[in-house]
């Protein structure tokens, strides 16, 4: 197959720090393409409808366009995934969109790259590769008989599908209890399974845990702390707590919000090195080089399949102009300013 096209950058991932980084470059007049698997901000699309980001506007705004919501309240999806297609339609931006990156492989100078779009297989070029991939590619899995079950999910779409009807949710993070709230205020009849004794207040918003913990104490929302799945069958749940013993909770639904895992295939295939379970990426800081020359890291991906979420997309900002300095030699101080802020 032939080389179709070529550019000096090639930029994979259009969720919101690779638009970013696509402004930034197009400012500076760098010759790049760039490509998305799926549509722009995909990882913000399947959200729930209606969620909320935990971060302020201000440090989820990319490129210096204020984000702006109705009500002045936190983003929600529908907002974030409005406010993308706006910065996207106001700069212009070319995204080869359903069109994932399925090959890498490093020429003699720059990279070759094979992708599968709607129209089939293409082959580009490029000098320097910014992967900008994400690091929430798919759940994790339960992993137990009955996981595949019709009735079990790691998605909600509508709270109003669990109306009347016992739902388990397992997990005790944001997800998770996000997840129960909604679906209790929805007419649900709600348990929560989570490994840990109790809730850890770093890991829900500080704004939802009186409620939880309140409809937990009253037993309107039932919890099994201390537990682990080991089997769903399509009418009950089969819990185990730490000392050995079964409890059956009778379920209608089960939605397991467990994590997410990061795709490094494409890192692993261009020779980027992997340490770890998590695959955390090695990469310079300073230049967001990884320790294949002339291949770049931005946004989430640099922290591989993350434990603890350490890195998200009010501090992925930084990334941008690290990365322009390093292609172009210089980078804009305006933003380094703006991105300061929002690191802190
Ligand atoms: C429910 C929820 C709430 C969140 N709330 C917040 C919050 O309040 N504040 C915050 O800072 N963060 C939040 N996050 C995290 C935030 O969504 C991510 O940090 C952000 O999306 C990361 O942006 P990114 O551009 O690095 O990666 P992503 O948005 O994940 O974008 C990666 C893109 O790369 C594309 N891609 C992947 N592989 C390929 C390939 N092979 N070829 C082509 N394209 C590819 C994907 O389709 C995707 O569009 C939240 C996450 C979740 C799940």
Redesign the pocket.
């Known amino acids: 197959m032939t080389t179709e096209y070529s550019a000096e950058v090639i930029v ?7 638009l970013e980084l696509a402004v930034a470059l197009k400012k500076e007049g760098v010759d790049y393409l760039q ?4 549509q ?5 699309s399947w ?1 729930p409808p209606q ?1 909320r ?3 302020s506007n201000d ?2 705004a990319i490129a210096g366009v204020p984000l702006q919501t109705p009500d002045q309240n936190k983003c929600t999806r529908e907002q974030y995934l409005a406010y993308l297609r706006t910065v996207v339609q106001q700069y212009d931006l070319k995204v080869n969109t359903y ?4 090959y890498i492989e490093r020429l003699r100078e720059g990279f070759s790259l094979l992708t599968r779009g709607l129209a089939g297989e293409r082959r580009y070029a490029c000098r320097r590769l910014v992967l ?6 798919r759940s994790r899995k339960l992993d137990i008989a009955g996981d595949s079950l019709p009735h079990v999910s790691d998605r909600l779409e509508d709270p109003h599908a669990y109306f009347q009807k016992r739902l388990l949710v397992i997990g005790g993070k944001n ?1 998770a209890i996000e997840w129960a709230l909604r679906c209790h205020h929805a007419g649900a009849h709600v348990s929560i399974s989570y490994r840990r004794a109790k809730l850890d207040a770093r890991s829900v918003k500080y704004w939802i845990m009186p409620e939880i913990s309140g409809l937990l104490n009253s037993g309107a929302i039932e919890g099994y702390f201390g537990t682990r799945p080991l089997r769903i069958t399509a009418a009950a749940v089969t819990l185990e707590n730490v000392n050995g013993e079964l409890t059956e909770v009778p379920t209608d639904f089960v939605l397991a919000a467990i994590g ?1 895992e990061a ?1 490094m295939t ?1 890192c692993e295939l261009a020779g980027v090195e992997l340490t770890g379970d998590c695959q955390t990426p090695t990469f310079d800081e300073e230049t967001m080089e990884t320790n294949v020359p002339g291949i770049y890291l ?4 640099t922290g591989g399949t993350q434990d603890k979420y350490a890195v ?5 900002h930084v990334h941008i102009d690290r990365i322009v300095k390093a292609l172009t030699g210089h980078g804009s101080g305006r933003d380094a300013v703006v991105y300061e802020q929002a690191e802190s």
Do not use: C, M, Q
């Open positions: 994979i991932g259009a969720g919101p720090i690779g490509f998305d698997a799926k722009i901000g995909d990882t913000i959200f969620t980001f935990f971060s440090r989820i069109e994932p990156v399925i900008a991939t994400g690091g929430t590619a997800s997410y795709d494409l931005a946004g989430t991906v998200y997309l009010e501090n992925g």
